[in-house]
C-alpha cells in the first residue's frame, strides 16, 4: 500500500497518511488505513463521501473503535473518524448531539442535568454514531429506548433524517448496520425528568459492578461474541473452558470470557485465531454456534 495510489483533493479537514489503526481501536489492534480523514464540519463530510463514491475509494467509518477488529493489513482506502464533530445541545427533556460525541460523556451531562434514560451508559467507550448504529446497551438499557431521530449523511453526501422507528432496532442491530445507508453525523434523544442525584448514584454502583467483572485495565473491545438467544457467551465460553487461553498475545480474560485482552503487542490475526479457536470449542461442547458481535474489516 502506498499512498500514491489515490489523492485527496479537497477540503476534508486533516488528513494523515498511512495511519495506524491500533491507535484509533481500543484493542490497540489493526494495520494502517492509507489516509484518515478528521474532517471538522458536516459539510466536509459530505464532501468526502462524494469524492470517495466518485473515485471509488473503500470508505470505512471509525467511531471510537471499541467494536472494531481492523486485520493486520490495515485498511486500503480512506478511514473516515468523526471525532471533531463534538456538539452537544439540552434543551429541556431533548438533546442534539453530533455523532463524535462519547457517550460517558453524553451520559454524564445528561444525568447532571437531570435527565433519566442513559445511566447505563457511562461504561461504554462508544461514540454517539457508532452506539446509535450498534444498538449499544446495557444492565436493561439500550440506545433504541431514548433515540428520537438520527441525521445520517448518504454516500452521495445528502442529508437523510431516519426517525427511530425506521431504524428498526433489534438486539445490538438497526437497520443503520444492516443496510449501511451512509454516515451518522448526529442524533436526537428524548429523555425524562429526574433527581440527579440518584441518577449519579445508579451510575456509580453500574460503573462500579463493571470495575468488579470486566478486565478494564487492558485493551480490548468489550464483549467479542454475541450473547445467543437467552443465553450468555461469556458463561458459554467459561464452561467450554477457554479462560485464560491465548494466542501470541491475545488473552481470553480470566476476569470476564467474552472478553479477549490484548496482553501488549497483540496482533489482529492473534485476536482472529482465538476467536477461531473458541468457537470451535463451544461448538463441540455446547453445540452452539458464537456470532461475532466485534465487526471484523480489512
Ligand atoms: C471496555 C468495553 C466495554 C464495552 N461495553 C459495552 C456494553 O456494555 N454494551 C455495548 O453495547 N457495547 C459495549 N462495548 C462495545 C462498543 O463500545 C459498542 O459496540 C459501541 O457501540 C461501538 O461504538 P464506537 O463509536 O466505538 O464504534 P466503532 O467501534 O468505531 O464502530 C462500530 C461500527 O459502527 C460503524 N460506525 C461508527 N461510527 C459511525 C458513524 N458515525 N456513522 C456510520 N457508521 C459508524 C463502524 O463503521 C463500525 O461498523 C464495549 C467496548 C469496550 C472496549
Redesign the pocket.
Known sequence: MDRSSFRLEGDFGEIRWQEPLSRH???KLGGPARALVLPERPDQVAALLRYCQEKQIPL?????????LVRDSGWPGVALK?SKLQQLELSGEKIRAQ?GVL?PVLARKTMAAGLAGLEWAG?????V???V??????HGG?MAEVVEKVT?LNWQGEEEVWSSQELDYGY?SSR??AA?P????EASFRLTPADPVQLQQRAQELLAW?QQH?P?NLP????VFKNPPGGSAGRLIESAGCKGWQEGQIQVSPVHAN?FVNLGGGTASEALRLMERVQARVAQVHGIKLEP?V?I?G
Open positions: 481501536t481500543t484493542w470505512l467509518v471509525l467511531g471510537n473503535g471499541s467494536n472494531l468523526l455523532a457517550l461504561g461504554i467507550p462508544a461514540t454514531g457508532g452506539a448504529l450498534m444498538n449499544a446497551g446495557a439500550q445520517i445490538r443503520l448496520k449501511r451512509g454516515v451518522v453525523i463493571r470486566q478494564l480490548s473491545c468489550g464483549s472478553f458481535e465487526q474489516v
